[in-house]
Every structure is written in C-alpha cells, then in structure tokens.
C-alpha cells in the first residue's frame, strides 16, 4: 500500500543554515586578545578598529557576520561578564590595518599582510 510522507523545506532550510553558522564559527579563530600582542593600543582604538572593519565588509558586499561575531565571556576574576569578539583571519588582519597606533610588532604584522 502507498503512503504519503510529508515533506517540509524549512527543515532542509534549517540544517543548511546550521551547517553553514557552523562553518563560519570554525573559521572564527582569534579574538580580541589576539590583538594584545601590538602593545600600547588603548581599548577605545581597538574598539574603532572593529567599527571600521565591519563597515569595509558592509561596503564590499561582504556579509560581516561570517567574519566576526560579538561571544560573551565570564571573567571569575572580577565575577563579571565581558564582550569579546571571535574574528577570521580576514577580520583580524582588517583589524590590525585599521589600528590607529603603529610600531614595531604592527609593521612586521603589516608586512607580513602585504607579502601574502
């Protein structure tokens, strides 16, 4: 005997949006602590860096939040919740090119960017 089976497209929708969020978050390696390592760079700078570099995805037609994504981390510490962002590698390097303050370790970073 033939029976029917229904079939919904927003299951397949789904998985395949799944699939996809969970492709981008493993591409999203570095965080904002990454960024430590460039020295005197004020929180505020850091801050700026990241508005910019999303508005370059925005106007490039990129969609931003393959390449950033703002994660809330608990700080035991000071018993308190912080922001972070999770970056790619195409995000934090944007970054580094928008950091107002140059030295050292942001050169040889730089450099590095442009012999790629």
Not at 8 to 17: F, N, P
Not at 68 to 93: E, H, L, P, Q, T
Not at 98 to 116: C, F, G, M, V, Y
Request: charged share 20%.
């Amino acid at each position: 005997m033939d029976t029917l089976s229904l079939y919904s497209s927003t299951k397949v929708q789904l998985s395949v949006s799944e699939f996809e969020d969970a492709f981008y978050n493993t591409k999203r390696r570095y965080s904002l602590r990454h960024l430590v390592f460039s020295g005197d760079v004020s929180q505020e700078n850091i801050m700026v860096a990241l508005q910019k570099s999303i508005q370059i995805c925005n106007l490039a037609g990129i969609n931003s939040k393959h390449h950033f994504k703002k994660i809330y981390v608990y700080d035991a510490a000071v018993n308190a919740i912080c922001v972070d962002w999770r970056m790619s590698k195409n995000g934090v390097n944007l970054m580094a090119m928008q950091l107002p303050s140059l030295n050292e370790k942001i050169a040889r970073w730089l450099w590095e960017l442009a012999d790629l």
